[in-house]
């Protein structure tokens, strides 16, 4: 298996693509009978066998229907990939465990509808589309992510047995494509945080210091700010209240290498951290991340909970690239 592997990758030369949209040629397609075509061609053998023997001019007929049947199969087979346009997207971070979905685009210029198309990487479950005539789609391609890192998922094959299974038409695609895994969140107590003066709180923004009174839940307000003893009073209302707070002071968060189990491997500390960013985030807190040799300043929202993750998931890898808004740690 191996050795048939090495000749498969020295006779089909992968390489990634230099152009795109990517458009298959003649020289892109390959097409070989299936088992359920060597059987066919195998049982006009013998009925041509019999027919010759037995000098019958109507099996001589039906054979001849049937080749003629094999032969136009075999280029319908052909067509359903010839001259297929596909453009490969951007595939989102995922973590460790999880699918990553590449996403390509498909455009069809002809007339004629294009059946069953396969999509598939090596040793991964296929995705199957139809693509309808003069008309496009995009296909997820599925990919089993094991660990973290910036992923190359490596070549795709496109592959049909449309529209009677007898051939198999197929070519190799390698996209420069590529996903960013984050590692696998660990769920441990979050490390206590400091208060911190930051000038947004001076400029009226509301800070979580001195109480100044209840309001109405809103959607982006965090469980923990939730007078549960207003709401046991007030049993028949609907809207939660949440305790409103003034002041200077804000909450910040240091999640540090450091703080993490020494006894832990290095990627279960990390593991350890991506738990912290998205329990940090699902709170609405303000934090920062302290790595080895890296530092990214505290802030909120989805951009941070992403800079976090990516750092986390290159870390080791790169150590040069830096995601904008970190620094070097001292």
């Known amino acids: 298996?191996?050795?048939?592997?090495?000749?498969?990758?020295?006779?089909?030369?992968?390489?990634?693509?230099?152009?795109?949209?990517?458009?298959?040629?003649?020289?892109?397609?390959?097409?070989?009978?299936?088992?359920?075509?060597v059987v066919f061609a195998v049982v006009l053998l013998v009925m041509l066998i019999g027919a010759i023997n037995y000098n019958?001019?109507?099996?001589?007929?039906?054979?001849?229907l049937l080749a003629g049947l094999g032969i136009v199969a075999m280029v319908h087979t052909?067509?359903?990939?010839?001259?297929?346009?596909?453009?490969?997207g951007r595939a989102p971070a995922v973590f460790a465990g999880d699918l990553a979905r590449f996403?390509?685009?498909?455009?069809?210029?002809?007339?004629?509808?294009?059946?069953?198309?396969?999509?598939?990487?090596?040793?991964?479950?296929?995705?199957?589309?139809?693509?309808?005539a003069e008309g496009s789609a995009t296909v997820a391609i599925a990919y089993a992510t094991q660990r973290r890192g910036r992923l190359d998922p490596g070549r795709i094959t496109l592959a049909s047995r449309y529209p009677l299974g007898l051939f198999r038409a197929w070519s190799y695609l390698y996209p420069r494509w590529s996903c960013v895994v984050y590692p696998k969140p660990l769920w441990t107590p979050l490390p206590a945080a400091s208060a911190a003066v930051h000038a947004d709180h001076v400029q009226g923004d509301n800070g979580q210091e001195d109480f100044a009174g209840l309001r109405p839940r809103q959607n982006s307000d965090p469980i923990r700010h939730?007078?549960?003893?207003?709401?046991?009073?007030?049993p028949d209302d609907q809207a939660h209240l949440v305790k409103q707070f003034a002041g200077g002071a804000a909450e910040e968060l240091w999640l540090d290498w450091s703080l993490t189990p020494t006894g832990r491997s290095a990627e279960e500390r990390l593991s350890i951290l991506a738990g912290w960013v998205l329990s940090a985030d699902e709170q609405q807190a303000r934090y920062?991340?302290?790595?080895?040799?890296?530092?990214?300043?505290?802030?909120?929202?989805?951009?941070?909970?992403?800079?976090?993750?990516?750092?986390?998931?290159?870390?080791?890898?790169?150590?040069?690239?830096?995601?904008?808004?970190?620094?070097?740690?001292r």
């Open 78 to 88: 052909f067509n359903n990939l010839f001259a297929l346009r596909l453009t490969p």
């Open 226 to 234: 939730i007078a549960w003893k207003a709401v046991a009073r007030r």
């Open 56 to 64: 019958l001019g109507l099996g001589h007929a039906l054979i001849f």
């Open 1 to 37: 298996m191996a050795a048939l592997a090495a000749f498969q990758r020295r006779l089909f030369r992968p390489a990634p693509e230099q152009q795109l949209p990517i458009v298959l040629g003649q020289r892109r397609i390959f097409i070989l009978p299936t088992r359920a075509g």
């Open 103 to 132: 996403p390509m685009q498909l455009e069809n210029s002809r007339r004629q509808s294009r059946r069953a198309l396969e999509f598939s990487f090596a040793e991964q479950a296929a995705a199957r589309i139809d693509l309808p």
């Open 288 to 329: 920062g991340l302290k790595l080895p040799g890296r530092e990214l300043a505290p802030g909120h929202g989805e951009t941070h909970r992403g800079r976090c993750l990516e750092i986390l998931a290159l870390h080791g890898e790169n150590p040069e690239s830096k995601a904008p808004g970190d620094r070097q740690a």
